[in-house]
């Protein structure tokens, strides 16, 4: 198994990847659209994210809206709430079952029984990433369509919000985590692979002895 240290640095992307995901998944600026206009004293800064639409003016006042309806929303958005659910339920659960896992607590069992569960763990971290960028890099996508799409007017164009962002390094860390995980459990049953273990031999004149001796008893 890899080391306590590497381990324990591997939980603590772990945990950081998680606290990412759940403030992506309920921050509001996934995409951002400054509409400054001729004064800058009536600016305008609106935010789209997956469960509301906020709205700030330059003058101090701040004003959301939540989406209710789950069917009149696009595609990438359904998804993107689905996705990034599971993502958090997913790290959630890793870090619990690798608290378990970890050479550095005194839960889990023997050394077999921890291995597999720092694997069990690791999985969970992995898919989690996985859930975490495929919705991200989606919307991502979506955003940069519609900026570059002639047809739209500028008004009605957004850039990636800070939320994207989150989502892009929080799901960078869990993989990571996973992969140290994953990885962790395997060193040992390499080891046992690549070097089995020797077979104590008796010297021969022990052996010729021991021969001797047996045939001894039978005359």
């Known amino acids: 198994?890899?080391?306590?240290?590497?381990?324990?640095?591997a939980f603590m992307l772990a945990l950081f990847g998680a606290f990412g995901d759940i403030a992506a998944t309920l921050l509001p600026n996934w995409k951002v659209n400054a509409d400054v206009g001729s004064n800058i004293i009536t600016a305008i800064t609106q935010m789209q994210g997956l469960w509301m639409d906020c709205t700030w003016y330059s003058t101090g006042m701040f004003s959301c809206t939540l989406k209710y309806s789950v069917l009149s929303l696009p595609i990438y958005i359904q998804t993107a709430?689905?996705?990034?659910?599971?993502s958090c339920i997913l790290s959630a659960f890793g870090i619990c079952i690798t608290t378990v896992g970890m050479k550095c607590t005194k839960l889990g069992g023997d050394t077999d029984s921890k291995s597999h569960t720092c694997f069990a763990g690791g999985v969970c971290f992995i898919l989690a990433g996985i859930f975490g960028l495929v919705p991200t890099s989606w919307y991502t996508r979506e955003i940069i369509s519609n900026f570059l799409d002639q047809t739209i007017p500028e008004s009605s164009k957004h850039e990636p919000g800070g939320a994207v962002y989150i989502g892009f390094i929080?799901?960078?860390?869990?993989?990571?985590?996973?992969?140290?995980?994953?990885?962790s459990c395997f060193k040992k049953q390499q080891g046992a692979w690549i070097y089995p273990p020797k077979q104590q031999h008796l010297p021969s004149t022990m052996q010729e002895s021991n021969a001797g001796y047996n045939l001894k008893d039978y005359v």
Do not use: D, E, Y
Request: a positive charge; hydrophobic letters at 60%; charged letters at 5%.
């Open 170 to 183: 929080s799901a960078g860390f869990l993989l990571v985590a996973g992969m140290i995980f994953c990885t």
């Open 81 to 86: 709430r689905t996705t990034m659910v599971l």
């Open 1 to 9: 198994m890899a080391s306590a240290g590497l381990q324990f640095f």
